[in-house]
């Protein structure tokens, strides 16, 4: 699905999330969260010079690095994530492909970014204080190795 150009920005507050089989039955599991980040791609600069040269310092492409996925939603008692995480950390990481698809207002997708050989790397619980009326949030972290733009040249 090559994105889907219009002259106005598309509102940050329809997306969802798919993780491709990572349920018991080995379905795709789509997840509802309030709060994506860390859609990000960074290609590391090396600075050098020969000693013959100038005083300017050349730049070259170093490598390439993805920041990790940070999902945050209410606790809702579902423990497909959960249990995802809890297989990584007895050793059984299981690497998941892993879509970021942005809606429009009538809730069709306009963009998707794919995340390769993703996986759980930092889950956290959400802070109880019986003082507030807020939420309880939990927040998963996923490290990947790859970012992709479906409809990228």
Request: hydrophobic content about 40%; overall charge negative.
């Amino acid at each position: 699905m090559p994105p889907v150009f219009r002259n106005d920005p598309y509102p940050a507050y329809n997306f969802e999330v798919v993780v491709a089989g990572i349920s018991d039955d080995g379905r795709s599991v789509k997840g509802s969260f309030h709060e994506v980040a860390g859609l990000e791609a960074e290609v590391d600069v090396i600075e050098y010079r020969n000693g013959s040269e100038s005083n300017t310092v050349r730049k070259l492409p170093g490598l390439t690095k993805f920041t990790n996925i940070t999902l945050k939603r209410g606790i809702v008692g579902d423990l497909t994530f959960w249990n995802w995480l809890l297989a990584a950390m007895q050793g059984n990481v299981q690497r998941a492909s892993v879509a970021i698809i942005l809606l429009d207002e009538n809730r069709n997708p306009v963009m998707r970014w794919n995340f390769i050989r993703a996986w759980p790397c930092k889950w956290t619980g959400s802070v109880l204080n019986a003082k507030c009326n807020e939420v309880a949030i939990e927040i998963l972290e996923i490290c990947h190795e790859g970012m992709a733009i479906d409809g990228q040249a």
